[in-house]
């Protein structure tokens, strides 16, 4: 496992990539469990499987498919990643933001990343999207940044800021498309646990206590090496459950989980074509 990459290695990667596409993708697109059919409708699609990349994390995960899809959606250059990888499958931090860095190289201004997420606000409802406003970066807090490490100027300061990490304009932009599409939507403040286990009942009290709207296992790092590269971000939560905080509470259940996918995938692939038809114009 890889502690640290030097900047060969993200331009090793990057230069892959380039040799397989030539498009010079301006989005990037990072698509969670369950929600990566919109890389299906990507077109003059060039697709190059992570495990062709030099040091790219491979997912261990069942539903992520592990590619990178190249091509144009609703008139933008994009990249998408079909798949990720997570904390919880033993990657290092470096690893599982390997990706963004080389997003960066290739050209990319501006990342959507999506997620599956339990509700712990008790407003919300499965099935509902989440407009991330901020988030709490409580693996950071615990040592486990991205950025820990010697510090690659190359792609920003040591001690970068992270006041509206989710790009005010874009946060704005996905509201308006939502109303305009009838999409039900919050705007809420995610928190990333590393997992693989579901919360407890006190944790889910102590989460909801600290200021979180929404948990989930992925995000907060792919978003802090993006501000830091000084990349635009726009974050969107699907609801797939809602979590109580009471005991004797019956867990996460998995025919909901999925009726909620099944209506969060139209749902979110409305307004990231939206937001990138937005951003094609302007
Ligand atoms: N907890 C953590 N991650 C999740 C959940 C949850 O309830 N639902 C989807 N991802």
């Not at 640290?4 to 290695?9: G, L, P, R, S």
């Not at 997003?103 to 990342?111: F, N």
């Not at 905080?245 to 909620?260: D, F, K, R, S, W």
């Not at 979110?268 to 038809?277: A, D, F, K, M, S």
């Amino acid at each position: 496992m890889t502690e640290f990459f030097t900047m060969e290695a993200y331009e090793a990667a990057a230069d892959a990539i380039r040799q397989r596409a030539t498009l010079k993708p301006r989005v990037g697109l990072i698509l969670g469990s369950g929600l990566s059919s919109l890389a299906e409708s990507v077109t003059d699609a060039v697709r190059v499987p992570f495990s062709d990349i030099p040091h790219f994390p491979v997912s261990t995960v069942q539903g992520h498919h592990g590619q990178l899809v190249i091509g144009h959606l609703e008139g933008q250059p994009v990249v998408v990643m079909q798949g990720r990888v997570h904390f919880y499958e033993g990657y290092s931090m470096a690893q599982i933001t390997l990706p963004i860095r080389v997003m960066k190289l290739l050209g990319v201004e501006t990342l959507i990343v999506t997620n599956a997420a339990g509700g712990l606000n008790l407003n919300y409802v499965p099935g509902e999207v989440m407009i991330v406003r901020d988030h709490l970066n409580l693996l950071g807090m615990a040592g486990w940044s991205p950025l820990r490490g010697p510090n690659l100027e190359a792609f920003g300061p040591r001690f970068p800021d992270t006041n509206d990490a989710y790009t005010p304009a874009l946060r704005e932009l996905a509201r308006k498309v939502a109303i305009d599409a009838g999409v039900p939507y919050h705007r809420g403040v995610y928190i990333c646990l590393a997992g693989p286990n579901f919360e407890s009942p006190a944790d889910v009290r102590f989460l909801r206590t600290i200021g979180a709207d929404a948990v989930g296992m992925s995000t907060v790092p792919e978003v802090i090496t993006a501000r830091h590269a000084g990349m635009q971000v726009l974050g969107l939560s699907g609801i797939t459950n809602t979590l109580c905080g009471e005991e004797g509470a019956p867990p996460p259940n998995h025919e909901e989980v999925l009726e909620a996918g099944a209506i969060l995938v139209p749902r979110l692939e409305t307004i990231i074509r939206g937001v990138l038809r937005a951003l094609a114009e302007g």
